[in-house]
């Protein structure tokens, strides 16, 4: 019997907010009511976020809610000894590849993130799917082609894909990999099988069960998905990391 695996997957490019402590508070409720192991999956992919003081403040803030994991970093010194992805760049490159080998069809893009929507041109403005560029890291970025009429279950809901989300990044720019094959190769190898989010990553959620299937996740794709809704501020918007002092901007694929 498969024993359910949730986790608490906090990104260290800022501190803390109160939408982020809700999410703690119902993925730990929904592991008490399933019975499911607790894992902490911290995403540092992003080497350039990353702030030591950015992690201990998950740990303190974990600690002062009083959650406790079984899977995962104790503490800052060990996440960034055993845990951290800003090392796994290579893991993510292969495992991309790997994909690539058995049908996933991906194309270099030149396109600034500032360009990158329109469902009409598969969420690329600058046609780069039909220009048939050569990937070049500091250059271009790599694209998931999402055909059009693309439908993904996602529980209950049911996501247009292609004008949710496009033709979306799993490769960066940068040459570093994508938040959504991050999240995808995360969850697969911590076997998890139930997912918590906010209500706004309802089409991640989405692109990263259609990005599954050639990532051999099984798992993310019949996982059971939990959207809950968000935490505003008096003028109803969003709370993020980008409202708080000090902090960068949240990245826009994510």
Not at 91 to 100: A, D, K, M
Not at 133 to 153: D, F, N, Y
Not at 227 to 235: E, K, P, S
Request: proline share 4%; charged share 25%.
């Amino acid at each position: 019997m498969t024993v359910p695996v949730t986790r608490l997957a906090p990104t260290p490019s800022g501190f803390l907010h109160e939408g982020n402590r809700l999410n703690f508070r119902l993925t730990t409720e929904l592991a008490a009511e399933v019975g499911a192991a607790l894992a902490l999956r911290i995403d540092d992919a992003d080497a350039a976020r990353y702030r030591r003081e950015y992690a201990d403040d998950v740990f303190a803030t974990l600690a002062q809610m009083g959650i406790e994991w079984s899977v995962g970093p104790r503490d800052a010194d060990d996440f960034e000894a055993h845990w951290t992805q800003r090392s796994k760049s290579d893991y993510y490159r292969e495992q991309l590849w790997s994909g690539i080998d058995a049908g996933l069809m991906v194309y270099a893009c030149v396109c600034p993130r500032s360009r990158q929507h329109g469902p009409a041109t598969g969420g690329c403005v600058g046609g780069c799917r039909t220009r048939d560029l050569t990937h070049e890291p500091g250059r271009t970025a790599l694209r998931l082609m999402v055909p059009a009429g693309t439908a993904v279950a996602v529980g209950r809901d049911r996501v247009d894909l292609a004008e949710v989300m496009g033709d979306f990044v799993v490769w960066r720019r940068d040459d570093l990999p994508a938040y959504q094959l991050v999240s995808v190769v995360e969850d697969r190898d911590l076997a998890v099988t139930h997912i918590v989010r906010g209500a706004d990553l309802l089409g991640s959620s989405a692109a990263q069960i259609h990005l599954a299937t050639w990532l051999q996740a099984p798992n993310v794709i019949t996982a059971t998905y939990v959207h809950h809704g968000l935490i505003t501020d008096a003028a109803g918007v969003k709370l993020s990391k980008s409202t708080l002092r000090g902090t960068v901007t949240e990245e826009a694929e994510r």
